[in-house]
T-cell receptor, first 114, second 109 residues
Framework: DGGITQSPKYLFRKEGQNVTLSCEQNLNHDAMYWYRQDPGQGLRLIYYSQIVNDFQKGDIAEGYSVSREKKESFPLTVTSAQKNPTAFYLC?????????????FGDGTRLSIL | RKEVEQDPGPFNVPEGATVAFNCTYSNSASQSFFWYRQDCRKEPKLLMSVYSSGNEDGRFTAQLNRASQYISLLIRDSKLSDSATYLCVVNGRGQNFVFGPGTRLSVLP
């Protein structure tokens, strides 16, 4: 089945630890995105990539890093510099980065601090 | 002013009711508009795109008013399964999507 796969579903981070969230898509989409969602709030864009080997900061990139070495993969690292990492993290992709293309989401990773 | 605003609700309606949500946006240059639904603790799922002339998909009707910078979603004959949070999405500056905070709908038996 075609889709977007995020793993793990739940992740716990210790103080001072970096953790990496996986996002893989087999839709052959060019563009991929990372968002975080806090309770009762809308999604906020962390990073996005419109093409392999290129990515751009979103609205809340501080404390996060990404890579886009392969078209199908866009992992997100939550670094120790992110002081409030507890949130629901959502990865999305779209056919292209053009604004008229809807985004499709993976089922998310819930990150909590131990 | 926030880029995209929605009435947070919750809207509690009986089965079979008609309910409408509004969403306002601040960027007059926005060109793409969508409604997503998000079930509790799940990912958002595309409900429908919103076209300039308005569009309908079964019980759902979306409309766009560019002059007043708002979009609307109308749900007719509400079902229990329509209970969810409805997210308004608009492309903002630089083509990125901006998500509204969502409007929560509870359809009651």
């Amino acid at each position: 089945d075609g889709g977007i796969t995020q793993s793990p579903k739940y992740l716990f981070r210790k103080e001072g630890q970096n953790v990496t969230l996986s996002c893989e898509q087999n839709l052959n989409h060019d563009a991929m995105y990372w968002y975080r969602q806090d309770p009762g709030q809308g999604l906020r864009l962390i990073y996005y990539s419109q093409i392999v080997n290129d990515f751009q900061k979103g609205d809340i990139a501080e404390g996060y890093s990404v890579s886009r070495e392969k078209k199908e993969s866009f992992p997100l690292t939550v670094t120790s510099a992110q002081k409030n990492p507890t949130a629901f993290y959502l990865c999305a992709s779209s056919i292209s980065g053009h604004a008229n293309q809807p985004q499709h989401f993976g089922d998310g990773t819930r990150l909590s601090i131990l | 002013r926030k880029e995209v605003e929605q009435d947070p609700g919750p809207f509690n309606v009986p089965e079979g009711a008609t309910v409408a949500f509004n969403c306002t946006y601040s960027n007059s240059a926005s060109q793409s508009f969508f409604w997503y639904r998000q079930d509790c603790r799940k990912e958002p799922k595309l409900l429908m795109s919103v076209y300039s002339s308005g569009n309908e998909d079964g019980r759902f009707t979306a409309q766009l008013n560019r002059a007043s910078q708002y979009i609307s979603l109308l749900i007719r004959d509400s079902k229990l399964s329509d209970s969810a949070t409805y997210l308004c999405v608009v492309n903002g500056r630089g083509q990125n999507f901006v998500f509204g905070p969502g409007t929560r709908l509870s359809v009651l038996p």
